[in-house]
């Protein structure tokens, strides 16, 4: 009797931690289904949610209303929808895949499971301005015509001569102003004499309107040395 007490208090806790560990892989691998939801917790991706539910990001995302899959946080709400139709690869590792992170939750007084729909963006007159006919050595300012609807711009500067291709520089533009400066010596952006710039419009970080790469000139680099005095007349 002394032996065979403790023999099944250890078969009890055995028991209960292989129940346990069913339950927490039944809760990871769900089941999609037309009336399957998830809550975001903590560290949680889009990705990796719709896989262990069977299903793939695009899908859930397009259930939900998301536009950006790469902006979820704590406490949404997701149905987890299985896809339409045709074979899903749903263990890809790929380069398809986002990289979404949890964001913070909503500002106070917005609903946590309210679809994001994106704003229309009118892409018809956005256009840059200048520079057209040639950038400047030192700073350079850049103006183009805006595209209502974007939430943020975008200019990216690439090198033509010596790294062709290479983005030498990129500049940010969150307050909606259609204008910005880059510094454009040398040691800014490096040596070469023709450049090449595009400016983009944004919506929640996604690119949505982009205007045609312009090459310029960069104009030659004032010569700091003094010229050499002409020698005097005899």
Known sequence: MRILRPLLVTLLLIAIVIAGTGARTAEAQGQCGPNVTHV???GENLFRISLNYGTNYRTVAAANGIYDPTRIYPGQRLLMVCPSSGPTN??????????????????PGQPVNVPVVPPLVDCARFRATSPTDGFTYGTQV??????????????????????PGTLVA??????????TSIPFGVG???PGFR???TVQALVADSVVCSTPRLTLFREVPPDASPAP??????
């Open 90 to 107: 749903y263990g890809s590792t790929s380069s398809s895949q986002p990289t979404t992170t949890v964001l913070q939750p909503p500002p």
């Open 195 to 197: 450049f090449s710039y």
């Open 170 to 179: 990129v500049r940010e533009v969150t307050n909606l102003e259609t204008t």
């Open 229 to 234: 005095a002409p020698p005097p007349v005899a």
């Open 40 to 42: 975001v917790r903590q």
């Open 142 to 163: 850049f103006y183009w015509d805006g595209a209502p609807g974007a939430t943020s711009y975008r200019v990216l500067v690439f090198s033509v001569d010596v790294r």
């Open 188 to 190: 800014d952006i490096g």
